[in-house]
Structures are given as C-alpha cells and as structure tokens.
C-alpha cells in the first residue's frame, strides 16, 4: 500500500532521511508545555524514536525516528498525554509568544492568552503557503515578532497625570527614546517619537500616567531564503475585537491574493502595500 506522505506531513510527521522514519511534531502553542505533556512526550520518545527530543527555533517540539508502522499509536499515546500533532507545509502553523505581563515585569499585554485565541481561530487553515504568527509582550522583542506573516507586539498608549505627578523626572530618565521633557515641573510627551513601550508607567513611584494596554501588528515578515522585517501599517490596537479583525484581514488578504508557495511578504511585494493597508485599515476602523 503506497504511504501518503502529504497527509503525514500534514498532521506533523515529516519524513528523515532514514526509510520509513519520521520526526514528528508536536503544536505548542506559546511555547508552554504542561509537565503532563512533558511526560507523555519523553515517555513516547524513549519507547517509539531514540530516547530524546529536538527543540526547534518556534518553541516546537519535534520526536524523530518514529516508524511509520508507530505513528497511529504514537498519535494516541500523545493524545492521552494532552498532546497533538503540530502541522507543516501550506497552512497556519503553531502561534508562538513570550510568557507575557503574567510573568515578565516588562510585559503590556497578555501574550498567552492571545496566543491561544489566535491558535484556536486559526491553526492548521490551508492557505497558499505557509502562515506564521509570533507574539511578544513588548519592546524587547524577545520573540522577533517582525519575523512573522503578521506579528503582535504588546504596547502601552500613555497620557500624564499632571495632578499626580511629583516632577521626579524618573520617566524621563528611563525613556530610551528621548520621548519625554521635564519643564517647569511639566512633563511634555513627544508622541511622535514614543514607541508605546510603557516603561514610563512602570517606573513612576505615584501612578502620574493613565496607561492603555495595546497591539502593534505588523505584515509580511520572513526569515530564511529571503530576511525582512513585517511592515507596520496601523496605528495601535486597543481591543481584542479590533485585533481579531485586522488579523482576519490579513490572513484573507493572502488567501485571497497569494500564488501557490508564495509566502505574505511577496503577495504583499507584488499586490502593493498600498491595497493591503486599504484592507487592513478598513478593519481598524470597523
């Protein structure tokens, strides 16, 4: 019976370069592994491939040397664990993020928990070629989210609290910018030069500034054959219901325009970010 190898690799199961053996991949979605997972996957590992597992640059797990008479099994012992499949070739692939404001001082947003919306609206669509989404909760960038088909970026929109505020100069200080004056005991934003990185906010001692969590998305990252950063085409996004929807304009924006292995970037190059702004801008605006 001959082995159809596109639906394995579809459902995770890539082929090595040893006959009839495969590396399979597991979906972690923002990289965060429960230790039930964890030992479900060990345990797979050390009785179906070699004993140990290869983290992969999207925070992926991939077992190799399953045998291809082993992968129904290795599915449901996976299964039984929490775990399932990841996906490869032309589809959403596995939404990767940092650990975001629940654990990192640095954080604006929660990137977990939008990373897990986004895997559940999206993961595994077929599109022309591959889609891949990276959240980071803020200016560290510590996920490269600019290497993404569309990337998400946690950001704090700022206003100063006059009444409040001791002339300290502690948010000038820390702004990397040069965003920020003191003057005469007045604090004057430059809102051209902030990059809504919030760490004005978190440094003040007496809560001189209302804060605003928020969404920087930008388009059309790659990183491989060709490197180049995504395009940021919007002002911040200060909803849930305002990033879902520019995030389905984007991605039906490449469904709709994209050639068969013709990664956003290029649809982008040859369609004109002229008429994807067009799109994306319509669905910031509602």
């Known amino acids: 019976m001959a082995v159809d190898y596109g639906t394995l690799k579809k459902g995770g199961f890539m082929r090595q370069k040893q006959k009839n053996n495969f590396s399979l991949r597991i979906a972690v979605v923002g990289g965060t592994l429960t230790v039930e997972n964890l030992k479900k996957i060990a345990e797979v590992a050390e009785e179906h491939g070699e004993g140990y597992v290869h983290l992969t640059s999207r925070q992926g797990v991939e077992i190799p040397f399953i ?47 939008i990373a897990k919306k986004l895997d559940d609206r999206y993961f595994g669509r077929e599109l022309p070629h591959k ?11 510590c996920l490269k989210a ?57 440094s003040c001692p007496t809560d001189a500034w209302d804060s605003q969590s928020a969404y920087l998305v930008s388009c059309g990252g790659t990183f491989g054959n060709t490197i180049k950063e995504g395009q940021y085409m919007l002002p911040p996004i200060t909803s849930e219901e305002q ?25 982008i190059d040859r369609v ?3 008429k994807l702004y067009k799109v994306l801008k319509e669905a910031y605006d509602g």
Not at 177 to 193: C, F, V
Not at 252 to 264: L, S, T, V
């Open 67 to 113: 045998k291809l008479d082993d992968i129904d099994v290795v599915k449901e012992e996976l299964a039984e664990g929490g775990c399932k499949p990841g996906v490869c070739g032309p589809r959403v692939r596995t939404v990767t993020a940092c650990q975001g404001n629940a654990v990192c001082p640095s954080g604006n947003i929660d990137t977990q928990d």
């Open 131 to 141: 889609f891949k989404f990276g959240v980071t909760g803020c200016r560290n960038n």
């Open 243 to 267: 990033l879902f929807r520019v995030t389905d304009a984007a991605i039906q924006f490449f469904d709709d325009h994209a050639n068969a292995g013709e990664r956003f970037k290029f649809t």
């Open 146 to 202: 600019e290497e993404n088909d569309v990337g998400i970026k946690g950001a704090t929109k700022v206003a100063w609290k006059e009444d409040a505020c001791i002339s300290c100069g502690l948010c000038v200080k820390v702004c990397r910018e040069g965003a920020l004056k003191l003057e005469d005991g007045k604090i004057t934003l430059d809102q051209g030069k902030c990059n809504y990185c919030g760490r004005c906010v978190k």
């Open 272 to 274: 004109g970010s002229d």
